[in-house]
């Protein structure tokens, strides 16, 4: 099944025809890389301006930190991160495509209509809030629909799956004949590695990636310094970047659309080299 070419994000239609690059802006104290983390407006600024110059395609900004084991944050707490964030990058940057990352119907819902965002990325696919397809309904936006085993708290215990691609290839298709039959335009899917898998299952997973297309629909991964990596090396996530390159290209000849990363940089070299292969000799 062919997918979408383009994805309309607040009228800005996103060409996924060459793959995109989603970068990182975690306004949050404890996510796992601390590269990541953004303290104040000013570095947030500077975070979103970088990104923007070094070729993002897209902003993700999220302030409930998904590592494993993470601890609760309140509605209020993820609103008060996230919502003003959002604001100041599409204040300073307005032709910036921005996408909230929260599971909070409410949240997403303020990030679109008040604050400037264009795309929800969900790592709960919808579990969480049952509000939330609605509201992706209401908004018309397009919605990245992520695969998760359990919660950040709980996910790592004992993720098991008779076989893992199957399995969320079954969940992907419950949950897109809903959001289908509501009327939702643009579906985004995301495996979501390291969500409830063990490293073995990611590795199948990113193995079998190509399975995904089945789905139709766009594909986003986000492996971007996860402990698939850096814990069969022996090293710590500030080490990950090569380990991420390497990762992020096996993607992108598998099929990905969007890769979600902390280096963008690096990661618009990997597709403008990888895009090269299918390109005519001669052709630049």
């Known amino acids: 099944m062919d997918k979408p070419r383009y994805i309309n994000a607040g009228g800005k239609l996103i060409d996924l025809g060459i793959p995109k690059v989603m970068g990182i802006i975690n306004i949050t104290p404890d996510s796992f890389y601390g590269g990541s983390r953004i303290k104040n407006s000013d570095e947030l600024l500077k975070a979103a301006g970088t990104m923007l110059k070094d070729g993002a395609d897209i902003i993700d900004v ?5 590592r494993p084991g993470a601890a609760n944050v309140s509605e209020e707490e993820e609103g008060r991160r996230v919502l003003g964030a959002i604001k100041i990058i599409s204040d300073e940057f307005p032709e910036a495509i921005i996408s909230v990352d929260t599971f909070r119907a409410s949240i997403a819902k303020a990030a679109v209509e008040e604050c400037g965002a264009h795309i929800i990325n969900d790592i709960s696919g919808g579990e969480a809030d049952s509000g939330m397809f609605d509201v992706v ?8 629909l992520m695969h ?5 708290r709980t996910m790592q215990s004992d993720p098991v799956y008779n076989d893992v691609v199957a399995d969320i290839l079954k969940w992907f298709g419950e949950r897109i004949f809903r959001l289908r039959s509501s009327g939702v335009k643009d579906i985004i899917i ?20 190509g399975d995904f297309s089945i789905a139709g629909l766009p594909l986003l991964v986000g492996l971007s310094r996860k402990s698939m990596i850096w814990k069969p090396l022996g090293i710590n996530p500030d080490e990950a970047l090569t380990g991420t390159i ?5 993607a992108l000849l ?10 963008v940089k690096e990661a618009v070299q990997a597709v403008k080299l990888t895009v090269r292969l299918g390109k005519p000799e001669g052709q630049d």
């Open 254 to 263: 598998k099929g990905a659309d969007i890769l979600r990363v902390h280096d």
């Open 137 to 144: 309904k209401q908004l018309n936006v397009p919605y990245i």
């Open 62 to 66: 999220g302030g409930y930190s998904s």
């Open 148 to 152: 998760m085993q359990g919660d950040p």
């Open 246 to 250: 390497a990762l992020n290209t096996i």
């Open 190 to 209: 995301d495996p979501g590695f390291g969500f409830g898998k063990t490293i073995d299952h990611n590795y199948d997973m990113l193995n079998r990636l």
